[in-house]
């Protein structure tokens, strides 16, 4: 049966619609994993709140805007520098974080007062910055604190700054996949068009869906910038507010994380009449090809090439060496949707790698449609993993590398499995030509990494059964 | 024919975002303006490029249009009415394939 009971779940049986085993010539019409659905109580999730997804993923990328978040202190701390998207402008988003530190007072009697007193404060303290997004966590949404309505008393009484808010609590969806949807929709409802971007090229495009992690942002942009496309609004890495409010004014919108903001690129499509373009940015066969279908659609092709061949010159023999050492090496991506189908084929393709299995904290079903198409035979594709299973997959695939965040990747590393930072990265940025040898070297060293066979041997073992040569292999 | 349309299906099937669109409408526009500007281009048409959507699905054709022809020897060799018809084939397998047998619970919804 290709959705699989794993041995773990005999006490929860509904775990088999979310876990898939590829056969042979099958394809998604036939299995699809149950997505985007509540997690199952007897379950220990690793998804993220809905609040996460808006203020982490979105939000809080950008460069220029205070980031109030109206609730208890942890709320601000745990979506704070958990993610690492740096700016161009000494990273104000990372060294600084706001709260209005709800206590039970103000539970009771109500936090709107505490809301505007915190936002005069980080203004007063702030004064450089005009721009602000305030968010609802749980408590406050359940208390009916009016956020939009603090937010425009505020803005009266300071004309200059802006203010936009976000109203999706923790609960209010099954994973973090909520608040990507209520942030998109709500920016291009209430901000797209408010603002007239300076046009500079005949060519301008939105790059949508790519948060700068360790500089893929800037990396990219430097792309754009020789081949004369100006980029009028970046959702959201190295971006500013403003820039967004000009989103209406692009000739293209190309997006890279279909999950966390296609909503706006279809509304942009469907309200100013904007083509969206998916392309993938990880891995030199699909950069060239995005940069290929955005120099078609301006009609800069020879542009395109001349680009293409000078980063090929540049990074491909490095990515060749790393290739060579990886062939035939397994690995296993654990991380929230869209990386599954922008990496399967490009680790396989571009280096050689074989993707054994895949788990998704906060993909949709056409998230799976698209790693499943993508994706091989024999390989597992899981929705919103837990540990145990992953634990009892392990033993079935046996990867020789993991793409995962820090919390699993601790655990894994007990099993002296290594794993590579599939969120923040560990030595990124991994998007573009350069970023490829990154995320190759980075490969690299966790697979060849000698110290994880070392702390596999006991010391008190005279024979071990990992001998020294386990760690020359990549000599 | 069902091999060379089996041919273009596993291409696109790995290769194209277009197809999984959001819902099904985009899905539906999408093989049909792509598949369209492809049969132009491998049959030697100029296509017209007078709107963005015109330019959009003439960039995804090109990418395909190309790689199919360096991976498919038969393509060259095809007439336009063999052209015709396997484009024909491959769009109601994906249409099929895509759309009508999809299960993604998503698809039909009215909000994006």
């Known amino acids: ?475 | 024919m069902e091999d060379h349309i089996d041919d273009l299906f596993g291409y696109v099937q790995e290769r194209c975002l277009w197809q999984f669109f959001s819902r099904t409408w985009d899905r539906q526009e999408n093989i049909d303006g792509v598949l369209g500007k492809a049969f132009e281009l491998f049959t030697g048409k100029d296509p017209k490029l007078a709107t963005p959507a015109d330019k959009l699905f003439y960039a995804d054709a090109k990418s395909m249009v190309s790689d199919c022809l360096s991976r498919f020897p038969w393509i060259k060799q095809a007439d336009e009415a063999e052209i015709r018809q396997v484009l024909d084939g491959l769009k109601a397998r994906l249409v099929d394939n895509v759309i009508t047998k999809s299960t993604n619970r998503e698809l039909t919804h009215h909000l994006y």
């Open chain 1, 1 to 475: 049966m290709p959705m699989v009971l794993l041995k773990c779940d005999s006490d929860i049986p509904e775990r088999q619609k979310h876990i898939y085993l590829k056969g042979p010539n099958e394809d998604s019409t036939e299995f699809l994993p149950v997505a985007n659905a509540p997690t199952i109580p007897g379950t220990l999730s690793e998804r993220g709140c809905a609040f996460c997804g808006a203020k982490l993923v979105i939000g809080g990328v950008l460069k220029d805007t205070i980031q109030m978040i109206h609730g208890p202190l942890g709320c601000a701390y745990d979506t704070w520098h958990t993610k690492r998207y740096p700016t161009d402008n000494g990273h104000f988003n990372m060294k600084y974080v706001w709260s209005t530190d709800m206590k039970e007072s103000h539970v009771v009697f109500g936090g709107e007062k505490r809301l505007e007193q915190s936002m005069h404060e980080a203004f007063d303290e702030m004064p450089e910055i005009k721009r602000m997004i305030v968010y609802t966590t749980c408590p406050t949404a359940l208390i009916g604190d009016d956020v939009k309505a603090v937010a425009k008393k505020v803005m009266k009484d300071r004309p200059d700054v802006d203010v936009f808010t976000v109203e999706c609590p923790g609960f209010a969806g099954v994973s973090q996949s909520k608040g990507h949807h209520v942030l998109n929709i709500g920016w291009i409802n209430e901000k797209v068009a408010t603002l007239e971007p300076e046009i500079t090229s005949q060519y301008t495009m939105n790059f949508i869906g790519d948060f700068n992690i360790q500089g893929d942002t800037q990396l990219l942009q430097t792309y754009w910038d020789r081949l004369g496309i100006q980029v009028i609004a970046h959702f959201t890495g190295n971006g500013t507010y403003d820039a967004l409010r000009g989103m209406h004014r692009a000739q293209l919108n190309v997006v890279n994380c279909a999950r966390s903001s296609g909503y706006i690129a279809n509304e942009l499509k469907k309200q100013y009449g904007i083509p969206r373009l998916d392309i993938d940015s990880w891995g030199f066969n699909y950069m060239a090809e995005g940069i290929r279908k955005i120099c078609a659609f301006f009609g800069i092709e020879e542009k395109g090439e001349a680009l293409i061949a000078d980063e090929y010159a540049k990074w491909k023999p490095k990515l060749d060496w790393y290739k060579e050492r990886l062939q035939g090496k397994k690995m296993a991506i654990w991380t929230g949707g869209p990386r599954l189908w922008h990496w399967t084929k490009s680790v396989e393709d571009d280096l050689g790698i074989q993707v054994v299995a895949m788990s998704s904290k906060f993909g949709h079903e056409e998230d799976f449609e698209k790693v499943i198409a993508r994706g091989q035979e024999g390989t597992y594709y899981i929705d919103d993993g837990n540990e145990l299973e992953f634990f009892e997959i392990l033993e079935h695939v046996k990867p020789d590398v993991i793409f995962t965040g820090p919390r699993v990747g601790e655990l894994i590393k007990k099993l002296h499995i290594p794993y590579v930072n599939g969120h923040g990265y560990h030595n990124g940025p991994y998007m573009g030509f350069e970023g490829f040898v990154n995320l190759a070297r980075d490969t690299y060293n966790a697979v060849y990494n000698p110290i994880r066979h070392l702390a596999g041997i006991d010391i008190r073992d005279e024979n071990p059964a990992i001998l020294p040569v386990k760690i020359r292999e990549a000599a």
